[in-house]
């Protein structure tokens, strides 16, 4: 009753890190072919960091 086939477990563990190295792969191709885009995330804490230093200045000096 051996068989060469991994438990149903490990083998959703194995395709899902299949899945997310080709992703990694996807992402690296594409930002080395310029495509790379800064997160959503990041641009709005760059918005709110310089209104902060902005409304600093203004109040503060």
Do not use: D, H
């Not at 790379?36 to 409304?55: E, F, K, M, N, Q």
């Amino acid at each position: 009753m051996t068989t060469s086939e991994p438990p149903e477990s490990g083998r959703q563990r194995q395709n899902w890190a299949e899945r997310r190295r080709e992703k990694i792969r996807a992402e690296i191709e594409r930002n080395r072919r310029g495509e790379y885009t800064v997160p959503t995330w990041v641009l709005a804490l760059a918005l709110v960091l310089i209104v902060g230093a902005w409304l600093a200045l203004i109040f503060l000096v």
